[in-house]
Structures are given as C-alpha cells and as structure tokens.
T-cell receptor
Framework: DGGITQSPKYLFRKEGQNVTLSCEQN?????MYWYRQDPGQGLRLIYY???????QKGDIAEGYSVSREKKESFPLTVTSAQKNPTAFYLC?????????????FGEGSRLTVL | GQQVMQIPQYQHVQEGEDFTTYCNSS?????IQWYKQRPGGHPVFLIQ?????EVKKQKRLTFQFGEAKKNSSLHITATQTTDVGTYFC?????????????FGKGTKLSVIP
C-alpha cells in the first residue's frame, strides 16, 4: 500500500537532546512538508522541500533542521535550540512541483520533552 | 504574514442538527482546501475550491468559495456521530510563498447522540 510512514509515533526526550523524526513516502511524490500541531493552533509549517537536495524554511523553522537526500525521505531534527519542542509533528507530501494540490499526511509523531 | 481566520473554534451540536464553519482571509486566495482530522488521527483532504463563487457538494457536505475569493465555508447537513473531528481550511496565496498552504486553526465539532 502506498502512503507516508512516520516514526516513531511517540517519543520522550530530556531537555537539551536533539531528536530526529523519520518520514518516508512511497507515493513517488516530489514535494514534502513538515508541520507542527499544538492544541488550538492549527498546523504551522516548519520546513518544506519541492525537490531532492533542496528545502525551504516555513513559518517556524527556528530550532529545527531537515535534509532531503532521497526523494522518499524527509527527516526532521528537533534541536536543543527549539524552546518548546513538545508537540504533534505531521509530515505530508504531494505530487508535482507546481503549486500545492492535495496534501497526504502521515499519522504523526508525538514528541514530549521532559 | 498572511493569516486565515477560522470560526468558530468549537461547536457542539445535537445529532441531526446542521453545522457550519467559516474561513476568512484579508487578502485574495488562489484556492482553498478543506481537511478533516478525526480525534487522535491525521488530517485527511476533503476538497479544493479554485473558482470565484464555486460551490461543491459531497453528500451532506457543502463547500463554498466566496465571490471575492477571500472567504469559504463548510456546511454539514443533519450531522451524524461520524462527523466528529476537527475541520481545517487551508488557503494558498499567489506570489511569494505560493507553494505553501496557510491553515486556519480549525473548528472542533462534537456531535451529541
């Protein structure tokens, strides 16, 4: 079955530790996105990538980093510089390189920093 | 930055009642999308509206895009318990940043059986 796989689903980390969230898709989609979701805040864009080896900052990129070495993979690192990292993180992808159509979301990773 | 305002934040309805959520932008949108997120789940695409004044229906759901392409609404007729979840609109602007979607904060719908 085609889709987007995020791992882990739940993650607990201590303050000051970097954390990497995995996002893999087998939909052959060009563009991939990372969103952060907090209660009552909707979805806020962290980073997006239109094509391999290229990515752009979204609205809340500070304290995060990404890479796009393969079309299928778009991992997100939550660094120790992110002041409030506890949140629900959603990875998404879409076909094509033009303006966005439908986004396909993974099931999300819930990060809790203790 | 550009914002899409969505109201209400919460809505509790009796099963069988209608439900509407509204999205508004201060500047013209290129298009708008709607997503549904079930409790504990991830957002799922419902529809995209592109044309001024466009109206689309999916069974009990009616989606509208305003004539000025600055507002949109989702109306559910005769809600059912399966409609429970959070509904998000997501707008796209032309020009710089056109590859991004700006999400509203969502309307959380509860349906009382």
């Amino acid at each position: 079955d085609g889709g987007i796989t995020q791992s882990p689903k739940y993650l607990f980390r201590k303050e000051g530790q970097n954390v990497t969230l995995s996002c893999e898709q087998n939909l052959n989609h060009d563009a991939m996105y990372w969103y952060r979701q907090d209660p009552g805040q909707g979805l806020r864009l962290i980073y997006y990538s239109q094509i391999v080896n290229d990515f752009q900052k979204g609205d809340i990129a500070e304290g995060y980093s990404v890479s796009r070495e393969k079309k299928e993979s778009f991992p997100l690192t939550v660094t120790s510089a992110q002041k409030n990292p506890t949140a629900f993180y959603l990875c998404a992808s879409r076909t094509g390189q033009g303006p966005p159509g439908e986004l396909f979301f993974g099931e999300g990773s819930r990060l809790t920093v203790l | 930055g550009q914002q899409v305002m969505q109201i209400p934040q919460y809505q509790h309805v009796q099963e069988g009642e209608d439900f509407t959520t509204y999205c508004n932008s201060s500047t013209t949108l290129s298009n708008i999308q709607w997503y549904k997120q079930r409790p504990g789940g991830h957002p799922v695409f419902l529809i995209q509206l592109v044309k001024s004044g466009e109206v689309k229906k999916q069974k009990r759901l009616t989606f509208q895009f305003g004539e000025a392409k600055k507002n949109s609404s989702l109306h559910i007729t005769a809600t059912q318990t399966t409609d429970v979840g959070t509904y998000f609109c997501a707008g796209r602007y032309s020009g710089a940043g056109s590859y991004q979607l700006t999400f509203g904060k969502g309307t959380k719908l509860s349906v009382i059986p």
